[in-house]
């Protein structure tokens, strides 16, 4: 089956320099007229000529000039045809001839050497004969229309954002015959003119998101006006879906992961009335509830050929009492009428309403859907389950083919009529799903956002956090913050619309230091040395203490234990976890160490550094680690320095290889900064000397170099 536009010329602007006038069908037989447009038998919004159609028309002009017609809409099945004859019948001087070619945007013309002035069309279809024509009337010589162009840079669909302010431009627009003295523009295609200029050039913002059809119409100096709508779509984005998950709380010292995660969301324009809030029903006899629906997203005088191919389906969420009072009916913009489900009928309900409510209160309503080819019968002939109707789609009382012709642009409308009284309902929301293929465009879009540095990055409230990974002008970053409190991170991200979307997130930085302290910085021997893991927070919750596996530990867990047994100064470890009372859920692990120095040195007598063993290579004061500021000087037996350092418990020996110390004697002066002792010093024999009171304590000796 062909697909055709509808007679809607009469919604266009007409190109020519007259006032419109009323229609003529091509059956009238004779009709005076210098305005109006000419129609095949189905008139103005109809569905096209039958088969088997012979009619002859006789057009003439009523001023006495000539009479011309303009062609907007010219579609002949290959049965059909149209003959043109210059004068007042079908004896003049043939015009045009239909088989040679369409008569699509063309203009006839009587000519100057017809003193009539009028023109004939004779008109016949074959007997499977479809299609459809339309004309504009004219009289005198006609104008050639400017022809309007938006954004000629910028191809329709135009991505923008809500709110922005877009700009268009007609500049691109041709005017054959003088210049362009208005432009006109229509953002929404409601038909109503929103900003109109000498400048070509306008601006627009669109508050919500969704596609919109902008149509411009020009006028030039001569009044001529354009007829070619423009149909430029401008789809306006959506909301993201965030996706994102960031961790609410978090222990101070933590890695944090920032990760940008969010989908644009689909928009499907997709004509519907949902009410928000339920409607009652009147429950009076005769009153009628009516609700609209303006629909104005299709090209101009687009109409249904084929309403059951064309609706995907009527939907209505409500409940009633009582189904069988209702008549429920959709009407088209011209005024057909489908008529769904009609009174009298059972006694099942819609929905879940509320029995004996007084005054009515809204029950539950269910989702009823009714399409041409519907799995389920009438309202009437479905049982219902418990009483109650259940939602799903239904077959209409009357067929959809009474909607066929129906304008797709206009307002369309449900009436639902109570046609008895004592019961009542409620409606929540109702639309219309038409078939993607009417559209001229792609009715539905997802915006789509990049997760790269370019187009996608994160912001922190304040510069105390530490970067561990990523960067920040990425979709993923990882960070560590050392204060406690909350730090807010806002991720934006901008997608391929050019639009900007921020999503703010919290994180709660709990305070998590744990520290070791001693009862004692020196273990010598006698007392053993306390360690207690504390926490610098204080907060409540459950504590576990791991420590390193050592032999001068009492334990390797607890938060308390006790160091005995050193003989060299030793580094403990402790790995912490706390739970919080306070945070159900964050558990903080981090991990704290301690040294524990001993008050015993030894002092070497030989060191044997070019030795092939690797032992005693070097110069070292076990024990010496464990006092700060040690000064250490090695003369050789001529009294020149070879090493020396100020504070030798840091880096605790001497590579005498590694400065080609030579075998023979050496002398040491070494200076331990004790402000109170004890410290016990033991010769290579084993022979310990303390030494009590207050230092600096200051011992020199000699020691051998060996090969």
């Not at 019948?89 to 063309?106: E, I, K, R, V, Y």
């Not at 309202?379 to 012709?405: C, I, N, R």
């Not at 250490?632 to 880096?651: A, C």
Request: charged share 15%.
């Amino acid at each position: 089956m062909m697909t055709f536009l509808k007679n809607g010329l009469a919604v266009l602007a007409l190109a020519v320099c007259f006032t419109a006038s009323g229609q003529v069908l091509i059956s009238d037989g004779t009709a005076s007229a210098c305005g109006g447009v000419l129609y095949d038998t189905s008139g103005e919004g109809g569905a096209g000529y039958s088969p088997d159609e012979n009619f002859t028309l006789t057009l003439c002009p009523d001023d006495g000039t000539n009479v011309f017609l303009e062609w907007i809409n010219f579609e002949l099945d290959v049965t059909s045809s149209m003959f043109i004859y210059d004068g007042d019948s079908d004896a003049a001087p043939l015009l045009a001839f239909s088989g040679t070619g369409s008569f699509q945007d063309q203009i006839h013309i009587a000519s100057s050497s017809n003193p009539s002035g009028c023109l004939t069309l004779v008109f016949s279809s074959g007997p499977a004969g479809e299609g459809i024509f339309g004309a504009i009337i004219g009289c005198g010589q006609p104008c050639l229309p400017p022809v309007p162009v938006i954004n000629q840079s910028q191809p329709s669909p135009l991505y923008v954002c809500p709110e922005e302010d877009v700009a268009f431009t007609g500049t691109g627009s041709i005017a054959p015959e003088s210049p362009i003295a208005m432009y006109m523009w229509d953002f929404n295609a409601d038909g109503t003119i929103d900003f109109e200029s000498e400048s070509p050039n306008a601006e627009w913002s669109f508050a919500s998101p969704g596609i919109e059809l902008v149509q411009l119409s020009l006028v030039d100096e001569s009044g001529c006006e354009s007829i070619q709508p423009t149909n430029y779509y401008v789809y306006i984005s959506t909301e993201p879906n965030w996706n994102t998950v960031v961790q609410e709380t978090a222990c101070t010292g933590e890695s944090v992961s920032l990760s940008a995660d969010l989908t644009g969301e689909t928009f499907t324009l997709e004509p519907g009335n949902d009410f928000g809030e339920p409607i009652a029903l009147p429950d009076i006899v005769g009153e009628c509830f009516t609700s609209d629906i303006n629909i104005n997203s299709f090209l101009p005088g687009a109409v249904l050929a084929d309403a059951g191919d064309g609706i995907e389906n009527f939907m209505v969420n409500m409940e009633h009492t009582y189904l069988g009072d209702l008549d429920v009916t959709f009407i088209c913009p011209n005024g057909q009428a489908m008529l769904v489900s009609s009174y009298p009928g059972p006694g099942t309900s819609l929905g879940i309403p509320v029995i004996g409510d007084n005054p009515p209160d809204p029950g539950t309503g269910y989702d009823y859907f009714w399409s041409a080819n519907a799995p389920l019968g009438t309202w009437a002939d479905e049982p219902g389950v418990g009483g109650t109707l259940e939602s799903g789609t239904y077959t209409s009382e009357t067929s959809f083919g009474v909607l066929d012709g129906c304008p797709l642009n206009g307002v369309w409308q449900l009436e639902i009529c109570d046609l008895w009284a004592a019961d009542n309902g409620f409606v929540f929301e109702w639309g219309i799903d038409f078939a993607d293929s009417l559209y001229p465009v792609t009715q539905s879009f997802t915006p789509q956002f990049g997760l790269l540095c370019d187009s996608t990055s994160w912001e922190p409230s304040s510069n105390t956090d530490n970067v561990l990974a990523g960067a920040w002008n990425c979709a993923d970053v990882t960070v560590t913050n050392p204060s406690p409190g909350t730090q807010t991170y806002t991720a934006t991200a901008v997608n391929n619309f050019g639009c900007e979307y921020s999503q703010a997130f919290d994180v709660e930085y709990v305070e998590f230091n744990p520290f070791i302290e001693s009862s004692a910085d020196i273990f010598c021997g006698g007392q053993a040395v306390e360690l207690e893991v504390l926490l610098s927070n204080g907060g409540p919750g459950d504590l576990s203490v791991t420590w390193n596996d050592s032999p001068y530990l009492s334990d390797t867990t607890g938060s308390v234990v006790y160091v005995t047994g050193m003989e060299q100064p030793q580094t403990f470890q402790a790995s912490i976890g706390q739970e919080f009372d306070d945070y159900p859920g964050l558990f903080c692990e981090a991990t704290a160490t301690v040294t524990i120095g001993t008050c015993e040195i030894t002092i070497p007598n030989v060191v044997s550094p070019y030795s092939s063993s690797g032992d005693n290579d070097l110069f070292r004061i076990p024990g010496i680690q464990s006092y700060p500021n040690v000064e250490l000087t090695i003369l050789n037996r001529w009294g020149s320095v070879v090493f020396e350092s100020d504070d030798f418990g840091v880096q605790p020996f001497w590579d005498c290889a590694a400065d080609d110390a030579t075998s023979g004697v050496y002398f040491y002066v070494l200076k331990v900064p004790v402000e109170e002792g004890p410290l016990v010093v033991t010769d290579i024999n084993g022979e310990r000397q303390q030494y009590d009171g207050e230092g600096p304590f200051v011992f020199e000796g000699t020691f051998l170099i060996v090969d």
